[in-house]
């Protein structure tokens, strides 16, 4: 986990999985590197938020495209965990735990349903039931807006498809994260007052 800047109730908190998503972003915002996975997400969300509290947290991150002809920057209208299972745990204890998440996206930009895991999708046939229920596969998206919503901190989640989630996802997201990091940091140019 790393925390570069200064949390300020005025401005937003840029979070990352990984400094190679963070690579041409300015200083000009902070920017929080979580490291991979659903608990490096929740802890360090966790941590910037106990101290100091953005006026928004934007998840900015690549992700695996679960359908066909997925590109560009969606913004996230639901998240679901893909690894956990919440119709068992509610069988066992009569609660509900890990329920998908809804987020207010203010329907100006390209909307989808992301589901988060603590694996790196690259199997066509993972790819395939994943789909049923999700447009998007990361890793990290709905431990940052579990932790967001639970510091009552409003949060957005930013996703730019990288790989198609199959086969090759590993290698194709290898070679293109430099490009899709400059993507990921025009859109905050273009969408995120200073």
Known sequence: MELR???RPDRPLLVVALDEEADALDDELP???TGPGKVHAAVAVTSALSSARP???INLGTAGGLRDGLQGVYE???VLQHDFDAAAI???VNRDYGVPITLDCGGGSRQAVLATGDS?????????VLSREAHLVDMEGY???WAARSAEVPVRLIKLVSDDAGEGA???WAETVGEHAGTLARWVKENVPR
């Not at 790196?120 to 395939?128: G, I, K, L, P, S």
């Open 76 to 78: 996230i209208h639901t």
């Open 120 to 128: 790196f999708v690259a199997d066509c046939t993972v790819r395939e």
């Open 90 to 92: 509610r069988a066992l």
């Open 55 to 57: 006026s928004v947290v």
């Open 31 to 33: 920017i929080l590197v």
């Open 143 to 145: 431990a940052v807006a």
């Open 5 to 7: 800047g200064e949390l």
């Open 170 to 172: 590993g290698r194709t």
